[in-house]
């Protein structure tokens, strides 16, 4: 479908020292026709995973997957009224009149998803009575809010439609007698909606719904970023109300409705206030007190520079909201970092101290408060419990993260607070910590690393302890992968020519994967001989066996361990060439002998064979047996077809003479007949079942060479090759003929493909591992995250998500996720990375930290050894920053010299460091890299790029200078100065056709190689740019976060909205199967979301438009029913020929559209 081609470098030479021959460049073929570069199609690689927050959910177990869709009641927005658009219509920060009205009414009815105005039924009435029948059975998850998508349990990824402004949990209701409805997560995102999110159990895991939205301004207006509602998320402990506060001027307050399919938000009242908003809370209900109070507690800065906390009390039912008398602050009252409702009083965390403000001393006006100086460093997240942790009652306890690491309990009791530190561990930045049993479990993320799950036995006591305590010991159940902040990415070649996508994110060198992802939970190094796998299923107890070349083991499964059991029944002495089971009895075909084995009655019926088998394969009582003879000094080969009954294998065998050696056989069942089908070099023939035993049928010509392997499900096969393809066919069969309809083929590898059939998928073994779903035809890999590959030789599924496995390494037991989602293979660096660089030929990464280089393989980091020209003298001086790494390939007529660049800056200006890496002679984990030359510039070189063969570009300060090697002199000639800009340089990007220059004001330049200007300030603010071909670049916009395509004639073609401040590299990221070259490249932001965009023509750009669907009901003001997380998706307004691949998904797609949708192999 895509049918242009991409400028593409291949690696030039090969390593300094060695004999390489003449270095050469492949460019591919560009399309110069202006419609080549139409639009583009953007998809998500990964998004963000900054956590925002963590809870701890409750769920209804017994309530049905239903909406909220026939609910309806006056004043809920289904049905517009007068009120509802004064309250949508935030008033002007000078004006507070909440009871006017203007002429917008008639317009916003128009975008209400209701009946006719004002008309509510009966029935619509009454099903908004809670079911007095109903009995909540609750269950717990622990949910984390990431910036654009939900997470439950350990591996369920759910997108949201924008990015998220604010979350809370608003807890169940009470229903009396000690129970509680299900809690309800309510979260705001940067699309103007607020949206009721309820859980629900589905299999083995808990998915979330959308259950209502309503929108957060009016939908036809413009609207003031800082009156906009929605900033943070306020709920009441009884569930009754909830409040969205903006920026500054309003308070939303949302009243809540019970159902019988839980919490809907019912009305809206806008609490209109003057100035600008720090923090606001509800306070914990009064004791002694109905549940239906309620007190908002608001610390602002009035519009007159006054401030004050400000106290409004109302009866929810009621709805008279009353105000009390201000508090008025001094000026040097520090802005809390969080408050917490405690109590009735507010807690307030400051930098320093602790604060607590009682309801009696706004009231009084009693600026006596309740405060004590805090131990610990800055406080960073807090988290009150809902179990003891130190004090006896959790209502009286606080706990609070800080930036050390440190943990500590707050305890307010008898007008005293008492802080003690309890745990100490690496620095987190949210987290929850609950008491379960006798054990502690803390559940958290951190900034630069992974977050999980700790378990701790135990926490400090001591009400004496300081805040340097001990890293605390405990036990990791479970870690999320996390690779944020993403400092900066590499597209490397692997060894089979696929595009890895490697990351260097907090501490960390990762390789980024999409798949299953696979843990290990038994590993045995004993078996790494064993070539086969078999399983038996005997009385709930699961056996292995394991084929060797000479030999057969058994092993039972117990307690996570394998015991060997030496079992007479089974021939041990022999290779174990196919097992299968038939009812209960398990069927051995080794290579002289099948053995008919019944574990429950513990008998064996044997079956000798005088030739040798080499393979078999059966189907419930039918095996077919392929055996090899020599007979008169001639080879042959027969096939022989046995059938079970009772027990006992009939006496005459059907047998018959093949002529070649079949690469496989294979027993499959068509509408109650057995078929033998024996796959050739590029054939199939098919046996057929009769009355009088088995006759051949048929043979057919697969226009596929070297078939190696085929499975049947349904009415479809599945065919493989030695040479990774696999071939998807209807089979068709009749009392005439045998038919295969070719449905699609896969080059999915370059290495044979094995088959395994499992309940509802099948596994694709060459190396590694696929699963391929029945109703899809893209196979998915299974990754594991070690950060060495092993081979995978065998493979089975034994029960629910559990496989087992025969690799490199021996035999392991693995447990493999049902979610598509990104899998990290990390190396850990112990220093943060500013720039990694690949050097293919020695296939290592270069990673430039802030003042020094160290080196890596694909697996683990090497000892590096800095040699500089001088002696007494370290490479890089005290006074250097590293800004800038590259690499300069310097072909000769003999060699090809590769050499790293590295930027830096120092106290006299700047310096060029040439450096020469190699691998240490003795010892292949030892890099030894040599200080070769280095250029002195008068000020700070923030980037360095080889321009030509012999040449390097870099700046210095604001201008741009060029260098050159002589080849001659065998030296570096003086800088030559190219061009004086009037800010400083920040930015290079040098491309086959041109270069690019990206200076501080943050516009770009466009250069040809001959340094001709080409145009000029392309795009204000510009932060990152590539030039894909001779008529495209693309530039990333700094300041309103998009990415725009540019031609040679300063036409814009295509411009998405990214939501962060993009940086662009060229990739292709293209699989084996997809048959055009694709032009593609790649943005990604320091949060960690990653996106890759593809070229489309004009053609392809009109033909996949009209299929795109998005949000249909933008401008609804709220709505009811039952939707996934990420049907509320919409694009954002500024794109501009930007098509997206998740409004794609799930369409009545064609097939070279689907194809392209799946054709990002990371």
Known sequence: MIDISAVREEDFGDVLDTDVSDVSVEVEAVVSDQDANHGALQGTVVSSPIVMAIYKVNYSMNKPVEGLEELRSENDGNIMTSEMVRELNVPEGDSFNTDGFDSLEADMLKYTESKAKGEVSETDLKDD??????????????????????????????????????????????????LFDEDTLVVTVMSQLVLLIRFFAQGDRVVPYVVQSWRTSHPTEDVNALTTVGREILVHKSGSVIALPAQKDIVRLYYCAQTP??????????????????????????????????????????????????????????????????????????????????????????????????????????????????????????????????????????????????????????????????????????????????????????????????????????????????????????????????????????????????????????????????????????????????????NDSFYFIFSFVDKTLMFRLEDDSLVEINDNMIDMLRPTLYMYRFGDICIQVTDNSIMALDFYEDNVITKDFSEDIVMAHGLDEVLAVISEDVVNDEF???????????????????????STSPNFVRVIAVEYRFFIVIGFQSSLAFWEQTENGFEFRDEIVIPFKELHDLVQVGDMVYLSTRYGKYICYNLHINDESIDLEYLYHMQLCTLPIEFHLANDHILLISKGVWRLEFNSKFPVPIIFQETKDRCVFSCIHTIGSKYAMLRDDGFTMVDVSSQYAPVLKTISLGKVPKKIQHICHLNIFAIMTENTLLFTNKHTVLETRLFSRKQNRSVFGNDETLHHISEWILPTSEKSFRNILI????????????????????????????????????????????????EIIYSSGSTL????????????????????????????????????????????????????????????????????????????????????????????????????????????????????????FLSFGIGGDIDVFTMLTKNEYEGISPMEKLD?????????????????????????HVLHSYALHGNNLDEELQMLLHSVSI
């Not at 009995?135 to 998850?141: A, N, Y």
Request: with cysteine; hydrophobic share 35%; proline share 5%.
């Open 961 to 1080: 200078y060029k260098c050159q090697y002589d080849h001659n002199k065998k030296k570096m000639s003086e800088p030559i100065s190219l061009k004086l800009f009037n800010e400083l340089i920040t930015g290079i990007s040098v491309g086959e056709l041109g270069i690019t220059v990206t200076t501080k004001d943050l516009s770009v330049h466009y250069y040809n190689k001959t340094l001709d200007l080409w145009e000029s300030n392309v795009l204000n603010r510009g932060s990152s740019s590539i030039t894909l071909d001779r008529s495209l670049s693309v530039v990333s916009n700094k300041m309103y976060c998009f990415v725009s395509g540019y031609v040679s004639n300063d036409s814009k073609r295509f411009t998405s909205y990214t939501g962060y401040i993009s940086r662009l590299k060229k990739c292709k990221f293209s699989p084996l199967w997809y048959p055009s070259p694709l032009r593609r």
């Open 261 to 538: 399919r839980g919490v809907m938000l019912d009305q809206i009242h806008n609490l209109v206030l003057d100035g600008t908003i720090l923090h606001s809370c509800f306070l914990d209900p009064l004791k002694d007190v109905p549940g239906g109070h309620a007190m908002l507690c608001v610390m602002m800065i009035t519009s007159q520079k006054r401030y004050v906390i400000r106290l409004y009390e109302w009866w929810i039912d009621e709805r008279r909201i009353s105000e009390h008398t201000p508090l008025l602050l001094n000026n040097d009252f520090e802005i809390p970092v969080f408050v917490i409702p405690f109590k009735q009083r507010i807690f307030m965390m400051m930098p320093k101290s602790i604060i607590v403000v009682g309801i009696n001393n706004i009231l009084s006006a009693d600026k006596g408060f309740l405060g004590v100086e805090f131990p610990g460093s800055f406080p960073v997240s807090c988290f009150r419990p809902t179990t003891p942790i130190i004090a006896p009652d959790p209502d009286d306890e606080v706990l609070i993260a800080t930036e050390d690491g440190t943990i500590y309990s707050v305890v307010i009791y008898d007008e005293k607070i008492h802080i003690r530190p309890i745990l100490r561990i690496p620095k987190i930045s949210k987290f929850i910590l609950e008491k379960r049993d006798s054990q502690y479990h803390l559940v958290y993320s951190r900034d630069l690393s992974y977050g999980g799950c700790i378990v701790f036995d135990d926490i400090v006591r001591d009400s004496l302890a300081t805040d340097k305590l001990e890293k605390s010991q405990g036990h990791m159940i479970l870690k999320w992968d996390n690779w944020a902040p993403l400092w900066d990415v590499s597209v490397v070649m692997d060894k089979d020519n696929n595009e890895e996508l490697w990351l260097a994110h907090g501490k960390y060198l990762s390789l980024l994967k999409r798949g299953y992802s696979a843990t290990k939970e038994i590993s045995d190094s004993s078996l790494k001989r064993a070539s086969k796998v078999y399983m038996y299923e005997v």
């Open 636 to 658: 042959r080969t027969t096939l022989t077809v046995h059938q079970l009954e009772t027990s006992s294998w009939t006496s005459d065998p059907h047998k018959f003479l093949i």
């Open 903 to 950: 930027a830096c800056s120092n106290n006299n200006g700047g310096t060029i460091k040439v450096l020469q890496p190699k691998l240490h002679v003795e010892d292949a984990n030892v890099i030894e890299c040599f200080e070769i030359y280095s250029i002195k510039a008068p000020e700070a070189v923030l980037v360095v790029e080889q321009l030509n063969d012999n």
């Open 1112 to 1136: 249909e009901h933008e401008t609804s003001v709220t709505r009811k029913g039952l939707w996934k997380l990420d049907e509320f998706r919409r694009a954002s307004h500024r794109d501009e």
């Open 129 to 178: 009575e809670v079911s007095e029948d109903y009995q909540p059975e609750l269950d717990s998850v622990v949910v984390r809010v990431h910036q654009s998508y939900i997470s439950t349990g350990e591996d369920s990824v759910f997108p949201l439609p924008a990015a998220v402004r604010a979350c809370n949990v608003l807890p169940g209701a009470s229903l009396g007698d000690g």
